[in-house]
T-cell receptor, first 113, second 111 residues
Framework: NAGVTQTPKFQVLKTGQSMTLQCAQD?????MSWYRQDPGMGLRLIHY???????DQGEVPNGYNVSRSTTEDFPLRLLSAAPSQTSVYFC????????????FGNGTRLTVT | GQQVMQIPQYQHVQEGEDFTTYCNSS?????IQWYKQRPGGHPVFLIQ?????EVKKQKRLTFQFGEAKKNSSLHITATQTTDVGTYFC???????????FGTGTRLKVLA
């Protein structure tokens, strides 16, 4: 099993450009989520999904879109990148139910100039 | 909305000293999880606490969940250089699927 796979590992964008961060998991996890990590601010939840066709907003959803057409994939879209979106992005998945841990991908480091 | 704070933000200790990080939630939690992130890595699950007043141990690590289920702590006895990293708590409230992370405590261990 590969676990949670994120692509790309690094990305540089110019302000106003769009892009999609990819996240795929092969553990048949119902729950998937996106976090951003900034120095001194921990991990902040952007969007999450409890199953295919279902998504919901986290703490900092503005400027990001998500969709969940399959159980395996949960892409994060930046429609018009801004320098404030420079961050490290982590995708995480887990089995449904409270007593299971989050499994994280290796992260995508995004710089917006 | 739900907020989770951690203190301290940074901690430098000499190898062999003890270390404690504290986690406080603005709302009552259904459970709390702890993660460790090594420099340049991703968060890795350590443990989950569910019951009020619960205490769990993993070798030199002791985890506690407060009686009111709004706070938690992680204590490391006799730190080693392998303990270096950032420790996060993450809590969820009953009926939601939002796992809100604390701000993290970055631990440096001086040999």
């Amino acid at each position: 099993n590969a676990g949670v796979t994120q692509t790309p590992k690094f990305q540089v964008l110019k302000t106003g450009q769009s892009m999609t961060l990819q996240c795929a998991q092969d553990m048949n996890h119902e729950y998937m989520s996106w976090y951003r990590q900034d120095p001194g601010m921990g991990l902040r939840l952007i969007h999450y999904s409890v199953g295919a066709g279902i998504t919901d907003q986290g703490e900092v959803p503005n400027g990001y879109n998500v969709s969940r057409s399959t159980t395996e994939d949960f892409p994060l879209r930046l429609l018009s990148a801004a320098p404030s979106q420079t961050s490290v992005y982590f995708c995480a998945s887990k089995r449904q139910g409270d007593n299971s841990p989050l499994h994280f991908g290796n992260g995508t480091r995004l710089t917006v100039t | 909305g739900q907020q989770v704070m951690q203190i301290p933000q940074y901690q430098h200790v000499q190898e062999g000293e003890d270390f404690t990080t504290y986690c406080n939630s603005s709302t009552t939690l259904s459970n709390i999880q702890w993660y460790k992130q090594r420099p340049g890595g991703h968060p890795v699950f350590l443990i989950q606490l569910v019951k009020s007043g619960e205490v769990k141990k993993q070798k030199r690590l002791t985890f506690q969940f407060g009686e009111a289920k709004k706070n938690s702590s992680l204590h490391i006895t006799a730190t080693q250089t392998t303990d270096v990293g950032t420790y996060f708590c993450a809590g969820s409230t009953s009926g939601t699927y939002k796992y809100i992370f604390g701000t993290g405590t970055r631990l440096k261990v001086l040999a």
